[in-house]
Nanobody, 117 residues
Framework: QVHLVESGGGLVQPGGSLRLSCAAS????????MGWYRQAPGKQRELVAA???????NYADSAKGRFTISRDNAKNTVYLQMNSLKPEDTAVYYC???????????WGQGTQVTVSS
C-alpha cells in the first residue's frame, strides 16, 4: 500500500509564492515518477510538473519559468515551488506517484491553492 500526504496549500495574493510538499510512504520502488497535477472547478485534471527518480523533469507550459519541482529521493518527498502566482493557478493540487511504467498510479487527497486579492 502507498500513501501520499500533501501539505502547503492555502490562500495567496497574485504575485505571491507557495511551496507544496508531498511525502510518500509504503512500498515505494526506487524507480518512479512523482509529480503534481491540478484541477480547477469545471476543468479536467492537468499535469503541472513531474520529476523522475533520475532527475528528469516535465513541466506544463503554464508552469515553465514560474514553478520548480524538486524531490528528495531518500525521503520519498516531492516539492513544488510556485512563484508569481496568478488567479488562474487557483485549483486543487494533487500529488501523484507512478511506478512500473505507470501501471502503478497513486494520488494524494489534494490541497487547495487559491490565488486571490
Amino acid at each position: 500500500q502507498v500513501h501520499l500526504v500533501e501539505s502547503g496549500g492555502g490562500l495567496v495574493q497574485p504575485g505571491g509564492s507557495l511551496r507544496l510538499s508531498c511525502a510518500a510512504s509504503g512500498s515505494i520502488l526506487r524507480v518512479n515518477t512523482m509529480g503534481w497535477y491540478r484541477q480547477a472547478p469545471g476543468k479536467q485534471r492537468e499535469l503541472v510538473a513531474a520529476m523522475t527518480s533520475g532527475g528528469s523533469t516535465n513541466y506544463a507550459d503554464s508552469a515553465k519559468g514560474r514553478f520548480t519541482i524538486s524531490r528528495d529521493n531518500a525521503k520519498n518527498t516531492v516539492y513544488l515551488q510556485m512563484n508569481s502566482l496568478k488567479p488562474e493557478d487557483t485549483a486543487v493540487y494533487y500529488c501523484n506517484l507512478k511506478m512500473t511504467f505507470g501501471t502503478l498510479d497513486y494520488w494524494g487527497q489534494g490541497t487547495q491553492v487559491t490565488v486571490s486579492s
